[in-house]
């Protein structure tokens, strides 16, 4: 079974422009996440979807970042411009079901996409 | 928000030693994993244990949700286990703590 898909893997960008993240979930996952990890911390949950419908972004920065997930299938992570701070990995992951509370809901990551921004 | 914390966030060790590792959260959950993340960055899901216990080769797993702790015990370590090992919590939505970022010396 092929694992979470992203890319690209590594990213330099200058501040002030944009770039975007892929991801591709295991197949039949319903639910993907974005998580942002910058270097020393816990990964911090971007956004939530369950299918293509949004679970929770609230802590999404709306007025630099967006994402979605078209057709509940792949999604894509925007952050348009981008500051020194977003300098971190983005990681995608996917679940079977949010909903359903058994091991079937673990949830599974990508290797990430390492973002600088210089 | 739910608070994850754990502990303790730095350990080295020599090769062959046991440890225990430790997971506090601040309000029941739903689902509650542990992962290693390797050097490269991966992160590597190691149990997927909302309550009771589990054991998979060296490595074993504790969660009394009722006291809201998790401990993630490893047995003989070896040098492959340096990493950093991540405590992450579903109530509503996925919340990790910070880590504990293991070395173990040969």
């Known amino acids: 079974e092929a694992g979470v898909a992203q890319s690209p893997r590594y990213k330099i960008i200058e501040k002030r422009q944009s770039v975007a993240f892929w991801c591709n979930p295991i197949?039949?996952?319903?639910?993907l996440y974005w998580y942002q990890q910058i270097l020393g911390q816990g990964p911090k949950l971007l956004i939530q979807?369950?299918?293509?419908?949004?679970?929770?972004d609230s802590q999404l920065p709306k007025d630099r970042f967006s994402a979605e997930r078209l057709k509940g299938v792949d999604s894509t992570l925007k952050i348009q411009p981008a500051k020194l701070e977003d300098s971190a990995v983005y990681l995608c992951?996917?679940?079977?079901?949010?909903?359903?509370?058994?091991?079937?809901?673990?949830?599974?990551f990508g290797e990430g996409s390492w973002l600088t921004v210089v | 928000g739910i608070q994850v914390e754990q502990s303790p966030p730095d350990l080295i060790l020599q090769e062959g030693a046991n440890s225990t590792l430790r997971c506090n959260f601040s309000?029941?959950?739903?689902?509650l994993q542990w992962f290693h993340q390797n050097p490269w960055g991966q992160l590597i899901n190691l149990f997927y244990?909302?309550?009771g216990t589990k054991q998979n080769g060296r490595l074993s797993a504790t969660t009394v949700a009722t006291e809201r702790y998790s401990l993630l015990y490893i047995s003989s370590s070896q040098t492959t286990d340096s990493g950093v090992y991540f405590c992450?919590?579903?109530?509503?939505?996925?919340?990790f703590g910070d880590g504990t970022t293991l070395t173990v010396k040969p």
């Open positions: 992951a996917s679940s079977l079901e949010r909903a359903y509370r058994g091991p079937g809901n673990t949830i599974y």
């Open positions: 197949s039949g996952h319903a639910t």
């Open positions: 979807f369950q299918n293509n419908g949004v679970v929770d």
């Open positions: 309000d029941s959950v739903n689902n």
């Open positions: 244990i909302p309550s």
């Open positions: 992450a919590v579903d109530r509503g939505k996925s919340t």
